[in-house]
């Protein structure tokens, strides 16, 4: 079972959804693609609601697509990290994916 080790978690007003385990940017909304994260929320909320965003540490983060352990990663169009391709580095891959869905930890 993976664990995280957190450094540290701030809070964002969420003014859209949240998903638990996908990163969240500076503006309180779902990453996308090429943003830059705030962190990874560390549960489910509502748009309007205080959201913990965990932004520093060994995070646990649903992976969008494989991923080499050791890889830079990025948000993906649904807030997954992803290998990095263009967009902006949101931390490095401790674990390997073999698929989108698997959560896996990064370090950031």
């Given at each position: 079972?993976?664990?995280?080790?957190?450094?540290?978690?701030?809070?964002?007003?969420?003014?859209?959804?949240?998903?638990?385990?996908?990163?969240?940017?500076?503006?309180?909304?779902?990453?996308?693609?090429?943003?830059?994260?705030?962190?990874?929320?560390?549960?489910?909320?509502?748009?309007?609601?205080?959201?913990?965003?965990?932004?520093?540490?060994?995070?646990?983060?649903?992976?969008?697509?494989?991923?080499?352990?050791?890889?830079?990663?990025?948000?993906?169009?649904?807030?997954?990290?992803?290998?990095?391709?263009?967009?902006?580095?949101?931390?490095?891959?401790?674990?390997a994916a073999a698929a989108a869905g698997d959560i896996i930890r990064i370090l950031r």
């Amino acid at each position: 079972m993976q664990t995280e080790k957190l450094i540290l978690t701030l809070s964002v007003l969420a003014v859209a959804p949240l998903t638990k385990l996908r990163f969240v940017n500076f503006s309180g909304t779902q990453a996308v693609a090429a943003d830059a994260t705030l962190g990874v929320a560390n549960a489910n909320y509502d748009a309007g609601e205080q959201a913990g965003v965990n932004a520093s540490g060994e995070l646990l983060v649903e992976a969008g697509a494989a991923i080499a352990a050791g890889a830079v990663v990025q948000s993906d169009a649904s807030g997954r990290a992803i290998t990095l391709a263009a967009g902006v580095a949101s931390g490095r891959a401790r674990d390997a994916a073999a698929a989108a869905g698997d959560i896996i930890r990064i370090l950031r």
